[in-house]
């Protein structure tokens, strides 16, 4: 049996008709003969979505109880062992009630479909993992259920049901999507016009991608090579000339005429590894790319047009965006060049050849120099070879006389030449070429010791020579030529290698197994350009902005800030030292301790290009680090009002309802209902106090200023205190006689304790005790509050102790998750910790772990006389505070 198909109904938002839509397609499928069962479906006490229900079977849920609350959920294994043709699953990013087999539904999906059964489901935009952080941006809600995008792509069809924003909302004003009483509130928070209209445009966007995708595996499919206009797509064939960054920001205004477009930058490399291209170029150019919002790539062929329009044809172009070719008019008679080849053979993609500086230019004498390629003392040798060897040649032919014939003579000419070529490169070789025929000519030809030939063969055989001597001193230079630049790439690849470890690991964030930091990755980059050169330091200088770009500011130290700098003592300006390079506007790498060669100039770009994305990166990582405190706290202020708003009314509604009962006039209350109800408002008052005693002890802890009063406190003492406190409660205390006092602040110790109680306490089965134990272990004192509930996962552990946490509580009713947040951080703040451990048989165990007293006296004591809390302690209040700050939201209690 195969797999069954999956179908997926996409929506913006809820209420827009995902559930009907799948219904109603149920139905048709039923009224076709198709065996079609509900598997699970959400209505909503709507009624038009209820009828579509009747006339369709339903599987039963199951029930699961959670928390001492019945919950039902949907049955997998009875809808694979009904075995129905077709399941109908509503809400795809569903979180299944802790208990469960699979913790989504979609995990139950997947197992329906691998029975061969198809399924047709549902889902929000507003769940799907990619964009899940968008939509909370734009809506402030934060989404907990979701589902990966790669289960909704690997649908057979997605489906959007679409509906303006305008139509929805008056469809909320009607009463269909939710209850009248919740309408306004609805209207004015999420389902806003502009929320509305932005999830409705994430909608369509993933699902355009989406069918972008079942596009091009269709086109491969069906081996479909020829482009399909069916989205605008621009591509920039980059060379990593000057010229690149004119033809990206061409690329980028040509895609902007079009919403939507895309700009794609392609730079072709040579498959044998040698590459004429600026690295540094190339990723300034590729920073460009990605800036506008586009995408770089880099692709291998021996031959560029063909790499070009087949990388063109493969992301389905529609345009291609060249520079005019840079040789002269010269070289272009006997090639027509990249350009002129692609836009011949582009077929429908629109070439479009855009001019620039450097079109036309021709080789420069310095790049024709450099295609020499060899050393000038290995040119002058060869000069000098040729200048002795040849003479000695003709003398030494010359004195065989007619022993030797003319073919000899000029094989011999001819290997001197190879020889001069191998020695000292092409320019040598041509003139022992030249000079090896006058020679010939002169010593060996009719009529001998003058420059005139008589024989027209004796031309012929010559003028091959020559021909021959210049191909094979050519062949050869270049083979030279190219084994130095094979050489030249394997030695930058390699300090290009060492310069991406470098990156990679030299981040500064990991401690060195001596306890320091390691170097970050700007300094990494510096100290391996300062080894790899032999160099005596390397400064990484930046001009004021105020100062202008003149030579005069090159010299001028005022003008430049030293921003990092390895090795000895820092260059004040770019002058100061042998090479200096421009990585942009005002940064300014600076090389001190010898002159570096000019070949070596295209590597030291790449480190500088490196070295300005590491401190930008720097830059915006202590940025970052400097606003995180305003983000914790505007988070943890977005948490609070979302956490209490439930919490404070509840309380403060129940005593305004106590009181306005006792003072109606219409209504005589009995002693004892007077007595039952003013019993009512004072634990609704009590429960408001408690709630804004953790609020207020959570905002001192966070700002640092908990007064800490500690001094010795007996375990005895103060478990009985809290339990008499809490009211009744099912625990036993097993303290041994004996057990050492511990040194805490007896208030705060008795909020840990009665927080951690209240927490078991309300997890523990019925007529199951909660337990208590005491022990001491060498100079601390442990606390131990064990219940049998449910326990917590391992993996889950740390959350519990984030405020305004819950782990995933479908209700608001039992506090704001602080109860474990506050105990840990009281905890620690008096120099005791908290740790969760699992109870043997089942259940969790808290183990409060506090110091007994130290021998040696207190450093220091309060105006009242009690001890103020060490540095230390107050270390750890700090990184307490420090690590609430980095969460707005936490986890409940216990799960």
């Given amino acids: 049996m195969g797999r069954g198909r999956l179908r997926v109904y996409l929506g913006a938002a809820p209420g827009v008709g995902k559930t009907y839509a799948m219904l109603a397609e149920g139905g048709r499928r039923r009224a076709r003969g198709t065996d079609v069962v509900i598997g699970y479906v959400e209505t909503h006490n709507r009624p038009k979505t209820a009828a579509l229900t009747e006339d369709l079977e339903t599987i039963p849920r199951r029930t699961l109880r959670y928390r001492e609350t019945a919950f039902t959920e949907m049955d997998a294994d009875a809808v694979i062992a009904r075995a129905p043709k077709m399941a109908l699953v509503d809400e795809l990013a569903h979180t299944n009630v802790p208990g469960s087999r699979n913790a989504k539904r979609w995990q139950d999906i997947e197992e329906i479909l691998d029975a061969g059964i198809d399924v047709i489901t549902t889902v929000n935009v507003q769940h799907l993992d990619s964009v899940n952080d968008v939509v909370e941006q734009i809506t402030g809600v934060p989404q907990r259920e979701t589902v990966p995008d790669e289960v909704v792509r690997r649908a057979g069809q997605v489906e959007l049901v679409d509906m303006t924003p305008e139509a929805l909302r008056r469809r909320m004003a009607h009463g269909n999507v939710y209850a009248p009483e919740k309408v306004d509130a609805a209207l004015g928070n999420y389902f806003r016009i502009g929320n509305l209209t932005a999830l409705r445009e994430l909608a369509l966007l993933w699902l355009a991608d989406k069918v972008d995708d079942q596009l091009d595996r269709y086109r491969a499919d069906h081996d479909i090579h020829r482009t399909w206009e069916a989205r605008e797509r621009v591509v920039v064939a980059l060379t990593g000339g000057p010229e690149g960054e004119t033809l990206i920001r061409r690329a980028a205004r040509i895609a902007d005429r079009t919403k939507g477009a895309d700009v794609l930058a392609v730079h072709v490399t040579r498959s044998d590894g040698l590459t004429d291209a600026d690295p540094a170029s190339l990723t300034r150019q590729r920073d460009l790319v990605e800036s506008l919002g586009g995408s770089y790539h880099q692709v291998v062929g021996t031959n560029v047009p063909d790499a070009v329009l087949d990388f063109a044809s493969g992301v389905n172009a529609t345009q291609l965006v060249l520079g005019a070719s840079r040789r002269g008019r010269l070289a272009q008679l006997f090639s027509r060049g990249v350009g002129v080849t692609v836009t011949a053979r582009?077929?429908?993609?629109?070439?479009?050849?855009?001019?620039?500086?450097?079109?036309?230019?021709?080789?420069?004498?310095?790049?024709?120099?450099?295609?020499?390629?060899?050393?000038?003392?290995?040119r002058n040798l060869g000069f000098a070879v040729a200048v002795t060897v040849l003479p000695l040649l003709a003398f030494l032919l010359d004195g065989l006389d007619d022993s030797v014939s003319l073919t000899t003579e000029i094989l011999v000419f001819q290997a001197a030449v190879v020889v001069v070529a191998v020695i000292g490169g092409l320019l040598p070789a041509l003139f022992a070429a030249i000079a090896g025929t006058l020679l010939l000519n002169y010593y060996f030809t009719e009529p001998r010791h003058t420059f005139m030939i008589s024989d027209p063969e004796v031309i012929f055989q010559l003028g091959v020579y020559v021909v021959v001597g210049v191909m094979v001193s050519t062949i050869v230079d270049r083979t030279a030529h190219r084994a130095r630049e094979a050489a030249r790439a394997r030695a930058d690849a390699q300090a290009l290698s060492t310069l991406a470890g470098d990156i990679l690991r030299g981040d500064g964030t990991?401690?060195?197994?001596?306890?320091?930091?390691?170097?970050?990755?700007?300094?990494?980059?510096?100290?391996?350009?300062?080894?790899?050169?032999?160099?005596?330091?390397?400064?990484?200088?930046?001009?004021?902005?105020?100062?202008?770009?003149?030579?005069?500011?090159?010299?001028?130290?005022?003008?430049?800030?030293?921003?990092?700098?390895?090795?000895?003592?820092?260059?004040?300006?770019?002058?100061?030292?042998?090479?200096?390079?421009?990585?942009?506007?005002?940064?300014?790498?600076?090389?001190?301790?010898?002159?570096?060669?000019?070949?070596?100039?295209?590597?030291?770009?790449?480190?500088?290009?490196?070295?300005?994305?590491?401190?930008?990166?720097?830059?915006?990582?202590?940025?970052?680090?400097?606003?995180?405190?305003?983000?914790?706290?505007?988070?943890?202020?977005?948490?609070?009002?979302?956490?209490?708003?439930?919490?404070?009314?509840?309380?403060?509604?129940?005593?305004?309802?106590?009181?306005?009962?006792?003072?109606?006039?219409?209504?005589?209350?009995?002693?004892?209902?007077?007595?039952?109800?003013?019993?009512?408002?004072?634990?609704?008052?009590?429960?408001?106090?408690?709630?804004?005693?953790?609020?207020?002890?959570?905002?001192?802890?966070?700002?640092?200023?908990?007064?800490?009063?500690?001094?010795?406190?007996?375990?005895?003492?103060?478990?009985?205190?809290?339990?008499?406190?809490?009211?009744?409660?099912?625990?036993?205390?097993?303290?041994?006689?004996?057990?050492?006092?511990?040194?805490?602040?007896?208030?705060?110790?008795?909020?840990?304790?009665?927080?951690?109680?209240?927490?078991?306490?309300?997890?523990?089965?019925?007529?199951?005790?909660?337990?208590?134990?005491?022990?001491?272990?060498?100079?601390?004192?442990?606390?131990?509050?064990?219940?049998?509930?449910?326990?917590?996962?391992?993996?889950?552990?740390?959350?519990?102790?984030?405020?305004?946490?819950?782990?995933?509580?479908?209700?608001?009713?039992?506090?704001?998750?602080?109860?474990?947040?506050?105990?840990?951080?009281?905890?620690?703040?008096?120099?005791?910790?908290?740790?969760?451990?699992?109870?043997?048989?089942?259940?969790?165990?808290?183990?409060?772990?506090?110091?007994?007293?130290?021998?040696?006296?207190?450093?220091?004591?309060?105006?009242?006389?009690?001890?103020?809390?060490?540095?230390?302690?107050?270390?750890?209040?700090?990184?307490?505070?420090?690590?609430?700050?980095?969460?707005?939201?936490?986890?409940?209690?216990?799960?």
């Fill in 510 to 895: 990991d401690p060195r197994p001596d306890g320091r930091r390691a170097p970050g990755a700007l300094d990494s980059i510096l100290e391996r350009l300062r080894e790899t050169y032999a160099l005596t330091s390397v400064t990484l200088l930046e001009r004021d902005p105020d100062e202008p770009d003149t030579p005069v500011t090159k010299r001028d130290p005022d003008a430049w800030n030293v921003v990092a700098n390895v090795g000895g003592e820092p260059c004040t300006t770019p002058a100061d030292g042998e090479t200096d390079i421009l990585v942009d506007d005002t940064l300014a790498l600076v090389l001190h301790g010898r002159t570096l060669p000019a070949s070596d100039r295209r590597v030291l770009e790449a480190f500088a290009a490196q070295a300005a994305v590491a401190l930008r990166q720097r830059r915006l990582a202590e940025t970052a680090e400097q606003v995180r405190p305003l983000a914790a706290a505007d988070k943890m202020r977005t948490a609070l009002l979302n956490a209490v708003s439930h919490d404070l009314r509840t309380p403060l509604a129940s005593a305004k309802a106590v009181v306005d009962s006792l003072r109606s006039p219409d209504v005589t209350w009995s002693p004892q209902d007077r007595d039952e109800l003013l019993d009512t408002a004072a634990q609704s008052l009590d429960r408001l106090d408690r709630l804004v005693a953790n609020l207020l002890d959570m905002s001192r802890l966070q700002a640092g200023s908990l007064g800490i009063s500690l001094r010795t406190v007996a375990a005895e003492d103060v478990v009985p205190r809290v339990l008499a406190d809490m009211g009744p409660a099912e625990v036993q205390i097993s303290v041994p006689d004996g057990l050492p006092e511990m040194r805490a602040d007896p208030a705060l110790l008795e909020r840990v304790l009665a927080n951690l109680l209240t927490n078991a306490v309300r997890y523990n089965p019925p007529g199951e005790p909660v337990l208590v134990t005491a022990s001491s272990h060498a100079d601390r004192i442990e606390l131990r509050v064990i219940d049998r509930g449910p326990g917590i996962p391992p993996e889950n552990r740390d959350r519990v102790f984030e405020p305004f946490q819950r782990l995933g509580d479908r209700d608001n009713t039992t506090g704001v998750g602080l109860g474990l947040a506050l105990a840990r951080g009281l905890a620690e703040a008096m120099g005791g910790s908290i740790a969760i451990e699992e109870t043997p048989g089942g259940g969790l165990t808290m183990v409060l772990d506090m110091p007994a007293p130290r021998a040696a006296p207190p450093a220091g004591r309060s105006p009242s006389g009690e001890h103020d809390a060490d540095p230390a302690m107050l270390d750890q209040v700090a990184a307490w505070r420090d690590r609430i700050g980095d969460h707005g939201e936490g986890q409940r209690d216990r799960p």
């Fill in 346 to 378: 582009s077929g429908p993609i629109d070439v479009h050849l855009v001019t620039h500086e450097e079109a036309n230019q021709g080789h420069r004498w310095k790049a024709l120099r450099e295609s020499w390629g060899v050393p000038a003392r290995r």
